[in-house]
């Protein structure tokens, strides 16, 4: 093999791996808003202060300080509005735009989607993007209580494990949810419960028990959440 035979493979090689490499790190969203000072940590630890129209990725956990917000667009325009002292991270986002059919073309595929979160700390209101919709199971939220699963939707969940210091009196710990549209389906150790649009529920951090409540919740109502569209 010459060396032009050997420069022309090497150089081949080279962007192969520039390409998949590229592809391994494709963002799964970008900043719309931040209010104050927020942070991502990404899966080899490297912490990284964030700012409008930063990306953010698959295995990122994202962290909010006192009095900021913090708004997520994915590329599936799925919406996730983080409260203050938040901690939410993004397990698996995977979304592939569908090809348009074509005459004398097969239909492709459907794509092998997922939106798959987890809420560690504080709370979010969240608006179902294309993942979601095309498949419903291709989406969920993990909490240290309940897992929330969406029926096409948008909601609003908080975490209170001692934390939730700005409602008087405090709240029993738990996960509050409210549905502002569509329904949400909770599942705990004891069940699934559906969550329809208009409801707000409670589940037991002790017991994984899920109540309807009567009323809206102060610790969703004290400070609440605007639509995540209203804050790109």
Same mark, same amino acid.
Not at 157 to 167: E, K, P, T
């Given at each position: 093999?010459?060396?032009?035979? *050997?420069?022309?493979?090497?150089?081949?090689?080279?962007?192969?791996?520039?390409? +998949? +490499?590229? !592809?391994?790190?494709?963002?799964?969203?970008?900043?719309?808003?931040?209010?104050?000072? +927020?942070?991502?940590?990404?899966?080899?630890?490297?912490?990284?202060?964030?700012?409008?129209?930063?990306?953010?990725?698959? @295995?990122?956990?994202?962290?909010?300080?006192?009095?900021?917000?913090?708004?997520?667009?994915?590329?599936?325009?799925?919406?996730?509005?983080? #409260?203050?002292?938040? *901690?939410?991270?993004?397990?698996?986002?995977?979304?592939?735009?569908? /090809?348009? !059919?074509?005459?004398?073309?097969?239909? +492709?595929?459907?794509?092998?989607?997922?939106?798959?979160?987890?809420?560690?700390?504080? @709370?979010?209101?969240?608006?179902?993007?294309? /993942?979601?919709? *095309?498949?419903?199971?291709?989406?969920?939220?993990?909490?240290?209580? !309940?897992?929330? @699963?969406? #029926?096409? %939707?948008?909601?609003?969940? #908080?975490?209170?494990?001692?934390?939730?210091?700005?409602?008087?009196?405090?709240?029993?710990?738990?996960?509050?949810?409210?549905?502002?549209?569509?329904?949400?389906?909770?599942? %705990?150790?004891?069940?699934?419960?559906?969550?329809?649009?208009?409801?707000?529920?409670?589940?037991?951090?002790?017991?994984?028990?899920? /109540?309807?409540?009567? !009323?809206?919740?102060?610790?969703? %109502?004290?400070?609440?959440?605007?639509?995540?569209?209203?804050?790109?």
């Amino acid at each position: 093999m010459n060396a032009a035979t *050997r420069n022309s493979l090497a150089a081949l090689l080279a962007l192969v791996l520039s390409t +998949a +490499a590229g !592809a391994a790190v494709a963002p799964a969203g970008t900043i719309s808003m931040v209010t104050g000072r +927020a942070t991502a940590v990404g899966p080899d630890g490297t912490v990284r202060a964030l700012k409008e129209d930063d990306k953010v990725f698959e @295995g990122d956990v994202l962290s909010t300080g006192p009095s900021t917000y913090l708004n997520v667009v994915f590329r599936d325009n799925g919406r996730i509005l983080l #409260r203050p002292n938040t *901690r939410f991270a993004i397990d698996a986002f995977k979304f592939q735009a569908p /090809v348009a !059919a074509a005459p004398g073309r097969p239909a +492709a595929a459907a794509p092998a989607d997922s939106a798959f979160f987890r809420l560690l700390k504080g @709370g979010f209101r969240a608006v179902t993007g294309a /993942v979601g919709k *095309r498949d419903q199971a291709d989406y969920r939220v993990r909490t240290p209580v !309940a897992t929330i @699963g969406i #029926r096409g %939707t948008d909601y609003e969940s #908080r975490l209170c494990q001692g934390d939730c210091l700005d409602v008087d009196p405090p709240p029993t710990d738990g996960l509050y949810t409210g549905v502002n549209d569509g329904a949400i389906a909770l599942t %705990t150790g004891t069940g699934t419960t559906e969550q329809g649009k208009g409801k707000f529920t409670f589940t037991s951090l002790v017991t994984g028990g899920v /109540v309807t409540l009567k !009323a809206p919740p102060k610790v969703l %109502t004290q400070d609440p959440m605007p639509d995540p569209a209203d804050c790109d």
